[in-house]
């Protein structure tokens, strides 16, 4: 472990390890109260494998627009899709609607079928047998940027 002062700053930079993934300190990062320094354990993480549980049937797409900012879905935000989980209702879904990719959360009732934005300057669709429409996937994850 090196750290590199700054004037009245000091900045972490964890030594390379050789080998797959990114670097991964095993504790809860404290969101509250300062956890002491002495308790990171350093490790590598891949992100496909904690956030994917069937690689051949799961893919990443970009977000693009505000119909979903109430799931915490923002445009550009990186989802993770899972082709191999079954739609169902209240689950998020990639969907492929008259030509076009959306996500929507799925409302299913009584053999219908909804596409529910999550902010109300967004109309909800009712699926008919008129659409072009095929549930590509189940969203399981998000990432996000915060800078």
């Known amino acids: 472990m090196k750290t590199k002062s700054a004037g009245s700053l000091t900045f972490f930079f964890?030594?390379?390890?050789?080998?797959?993934?990114?670097?991964?300190?095993?504790?809860?990062?404290?969101?509250?109260f300062p956890s002491p320094a002495e308790d990171f354990k350093e490790q590598r993480l891949s992100l496909d494998d904690e956030l994917v549980k069937n690689k051949e049937a799961t893919f990443y797409a970009k977000v693009s627009g505000q119909s979903m900012i109430g799931a915490g879905l923002d445009d550009n935000d990186l989802l993770v899709i899972d082709r191999s989980l079954e739609p169902a209702n209240n689950k998020i879904a990639v969907c492929f609607l008259d030509g076009e990719f959306t996500v929507k959360r799925l409302r299913v009732s009584n053999?219908?079928?909804?596409?529910?934005p999550e902010n109300p300057n967004y109309p909800i669709i009712k699926i008919t047998e008129d659409n072009n429409f095929v549930i590509w996937g189940i969203v399981t994850n998000v990432i996000k940027k915060v800078y």
């Open 111 to 116: 053999d219908e079928v909804w596409l529910q």
């Open 14 to 32: 964890p030594e390379a390890i050789e080998g797959g993934g990114t670097n991964f300190f095993d504790t809860g990062i404290s969101a509250g």
